[in-house]
């Protein structure tokens, strides 16, 4: 939800409906901002405050700028920083460990970026520093990127549409080459690794009828960017991972560029049984509880679906400890009805037609 508010705040803003822009950045930044109190201990919470914060810093360049819009550009006053927006200061607090399964990404990853970050000297021939996360959303995508964050000593930039689209002519492609001098300047200068994060990036860089100038633009600027960090005669550490629920979406040039192309699907039975057990053990839970059957049960739900089950049932118990107790004493166990009732109201989110289309997609441009 606050990414769709985010992407209409992004798009008013490009045809210089403000109030609208504003209107929606403002949405954005109450969705997360109850994401945040309701998951304390999410350890993409630092990720979702820088967001808040990015948007909260655009709602105040726009209030200042509807008063005096000049044609000409913006005054170097008003121009955004887009690098106080992206370099996250706090790193995500979440590591591979903490995500369920994904063997396979987890292992192309390591073998893309923490090989070649600790023995560079044995890559002669380079190493893939483009990757692109693709598949159904709540899969577990964005967790990814942040766990790599953590893996490697180095800098971790987050990167959206709000972050580099702009409305003044050519803002948005100085944002990108912006982005990209500072990773060149922090490896070459400091020998540290830089992870480009880029959230939903068809929505920058995918291909869509009826598009501007703008968007054109931008997407020509990251091919050249991207070209420059592919040389394998210069040992950068620059890595650019993409997420996108959307890859159909993209550009095959730039689908070349990432050496890595990799799915991340629904969570299997072995996965589901791993969320179940991440997210309850901070949980009472009654001796009744059949993880084997919830497993069963949960069939074609993502990891965020389960979240949102194990959630729902925790509040079943608070709705009733208030109800009948009126918050007095300790609220009861967790029980297994308590899930059965969830999940006869909550379905899987993703349509089981949609999954062929990714099939279909991986199967023609599958690079792990």
């Excluded at 979440?94 to 995500?99: A, C, G, M, P, T």
């Excluded at 480009?196 to 968007?215: P, Q, V, Y």
């Excluded at 059949?290 to 389960?306: H, Q």
């Excluded at 009805?337 to 349509?351: A, Q």
Aim: net charge neutral; proline share 5%.
């Amino acid at each position: 939800m606050a990414t769709r508010y985010a992407r209409a705040a992004v798009a008013a803003d490009k045809d210089g409906d403000y109030d609208t822009a504003i209107q929606n950045y403002r949405k954005a930044i109450d969705t997360l901002t109850k994401i945040v109190k309701m998951y304390p201990d999410s350890p993409l919470i630092s990720t979702y405050l820088e967001m808040i914060k990015s948007y909260e810093k655009r709602i105040q360049q726009l209030q200042n700028d509807m008063q005096s819009i000049s044609e000409s550009g913006p005054k170097s006053s008003e121009k955004k920083d887009v690098l106080e927006d992206i370099v996250l200061t706090q790193k995500p607090n979440v590591k591979f460990e903490d995500i369920a399964d994904l063997k396979d990404a987890k292992q192309a990853i390591t073998e893309a970026i923490i090989y070649p970050i600790k023995r560079p000297d044995l890559f002669p021939l380079g190493w893939p520093r483009g990757i692109l996360l693709f598949g159904p959303p709540g899969c577990g995508k964005t967790m990814l990127a942040a766990a790599v964050a953590n893996e490697v000593n180095g800098y971790f930039l987050y990167v959206d549409a709000a972050n580099i689209m702009s409305k003044w002519l050519g803002e948005a492609e100085k944002n990108v080459s912006k982005i990209f001098k500072f990773a060149r300047q922090k490896t070459e200068e400091e020998k540290a690794p830089v992870i480009i994060f880029i959230d939903e990036i068809d929505a920058l860089i995918g291909t869509f009828s009826g598009e501007i100038g703008g968007e054109v633009r931008v997407r020509n600027q990251f091919l050249k960017e991207m070209d420059g960090i592919q040389d394998k005669d210069k040992k950068f550490h620059i890595y650019v991972i993409g997420a996108t629920n959307k890859p159909w979406q993209l550009d095959e040039a730039f689908i070349r560029r990432f050496n890595k192309r990799i799915f991340i699907p629904l969570p299997d039975k072995e996965a589901r049984s791993q969320l179940f057990k991440i997210y309850t053990k901070t949980l009472s839970l009654s001796q009744d509880i059949d993880f084997d059957k919830l497993v069963e049960m949960t069939d074609g739900y993502t990891a965020s679906d389960i979240r949102d089950v194990i959630q729902a049932a925790h509040m079943r118990v608070i709705r009733e400890f208030f109800e009948k107790n009126l918050g007095n004493g300790e609220p009861r166990s967790i029980s297994m009805e308590d899930f059965i009732e969830v999940l006869k109201i909550r379905k899987p989110s993703v349509d089981p037609l949609y999954l062929k289309r990714y099939d279909a997609w991986y199967e023609k441009f599958k690079a792990l």
